[in-house]
């Protein structure tokens, strides 16, 4: 143990060699600090205004429960290249249930959020007095700071909100060592923490909302009128004004729709179309949302704009999506186990099943399964399994062997070895006869 990090777990931090990392840019003290980032479009952007945008949220929501719905696993590596399932070990039961008060997909889900949005995930390791990790308490990333030693340690300072937080958080030193730290970075610039999606990409989310917002704010003012009555006729005021008030009482709102209009004193009503300008104005709209999910790389059909969607590529757009964008994240989280918790050296590893997102339809399924039990790497068992059907045992646990299926060096039936000899090759009589 470092001098630093001795003197950060003895309590309050009260040496001045010790800084705060310029790492982050202005991006750790957001909004919970009453601190945001303001777009070129004049809006402030910030964890909870970022999700304000439709678009935002989908992005967001959808790479944070397509992740927390996949299952983490613990493996031991065998000396033959196979591996064991292990669920007695502290990882393993912190996988499955991370704290007293979150579920694993709960845990999963907070922290990905904040890896999504900010680009990092913190997470405190709370250890027992043998030093085994036993709870992981998820800090939200505007209230965690790195802090940098002259020696090269990192440390983290912790803001905690609220009652709960602050008694997880009793009796944890001012400046918390790195080792006591679950921090999940994404893509970074100098390796100590990660680049916030949500601040790079602050004009595009600005506009976005800018536009949502101009677009209430029409609504809200009374919009435009869709049409308008006229006449040649001159109306004094009251007569304008009841003639307006019978036309909204009598073909306002969804129960009058198609009701027949009776006009008086030769009015004429005339609908107004959208304009150039409004159509731009939608285009434009459309435009931000496909900006979005270019910022987080999720497929538009997958929140919701099927514009240029076709049966076809739908199904190759969602493996992608799950093969280039939700594994990166994936990987991110094993690595980091890895590193924090040394699982290597114990000859563990971690791995996630993506069964729950790349499951076929049933037909492509079973005539996976098909091909899968025939070329003998897939036991009826394991396909059953699979299909969530309990295991039959006996033949259907064994590997099946194709009847038109023989050994190496074997005639097709499998009985003689090519030649007319023996299937393992031998004669009877030592010189080619049998």
């Not at 609220?162 to 610039?189: K, N, T, V, W």
């Not at 280039?324 to 991110?332: D, I, K, M, N, Q």
């Not at 076929?360 to 969530?388: C, H, K, Q, V």
């Amino acid at each position: 143990m470092g001098f630093m990090t001795a003197m950060a777990r003895g309590g309050p931090f009260r040496g001045e060699s010790l800084q705060r990392s310029d790492a982050t840019d202005d991006e750790s003290a957001w909004s919970s600090f009453g601190m945001s980032t303001t777009s070129l479009a004049g809006v402030a952007i910030n964890q909870q205004t970022a999700l304000c945008v439709t678009a935002v949220m989908a992005c967001v929501t959808m790479l944070a429960e397509d992740l927390a719905k996949l299952t983490p696993r613990l493996f031991r590596l065998r000396d033959d290249g196979g591996r064991t399932k292990v669920v007695d070990h502290p990882i393993a039961r912190l996988l499955r249930r991370p704290n007293d008060w979150q579920s694993g997909f709960e845990f999963r889900e907070m922290m990905q959020v904040s890896l999504v949005l900010r680009g990092n995930a913190y997470a405190l390791i709370i250890r027992n007095r043998r030093g085994d990790p036993i709870r992981l308490v998820p800090i939200n990333a505007d209230r965690c700071c790195l802090w940098e030693a002259p020696t090269g340690e990192i440390f983290y300072r912790v803001t905690p909100m609220g009652l709960h937080e602050l008694a997880m958080l009793e009796g944890q030193p001012f400046l918390i060592p790195a080792s006591d730290m679950l921090h999940i970075r994404g893509f970074s610039m100098n390796g100590l923490v990660g680049s916030s999606r949500i601040a790079l990409a602050s004009d595009a989310i600005g506009l976005a909302m800018g536009y949502e917002q101009q677009a209430a704010r029409w609504m809200g003012n009374g919009s435009r009128p869709s049409g308008i009555l006229t006449t040649d006729a001159k109306l004094t005021e009251p007569a304008a004004k009841r003639i307006s008030d019978d036309w909204k009482k009598l073909h306002g709102g969804l129960m009058n729709a198609g009701k027949i209009a009776v006009l008086e004193q030769g009015l004429k009503f005339q609908q107004i179309s959208l304009s150039a300008s409004d159509l731009e104005f939608i285009s434009s709209r459309q435009f931000q949302v496909q900006e979005i999910a270019r910022i987080f790389r999720v497929p538009l059909h997958m929140i919701g704009d099927l514009a240029k969607s076709t049966n076809n590529n739908i199904a190759q757009q969602s493996q992608e999506y799950a093969n280039y964008t939700l594994s990166g994240f994936t990987a991110r989280w094993t690595s980091k186990f890895d590193v924090t918790f040394d699982l290597e050296e114990e000859g563990l590893v971690m791995d996630w099943d993506y069964a729950a997102l790349t499951r076929a339809d049933l037909a492509s399924r079973y005539n996976a399964y098909r091909t899968g039990i025939m070329s003998m790497f897939l036991t009826p068992d394991e396909a059953r399994i699979d299909d969530g059907l309990m295991p039959m045992g006996g033949d259907a646990a064994k590997l099946q062997k194709p009847t038109n299926m023989g050994a190496g060096g074997s005639q097709s039936t499998g009985t003689k070895a090519d030649g007319g000899g023996r299937p393992d090759g031998a004669t009877a009589d030592g010189l080619g006869n049998v």
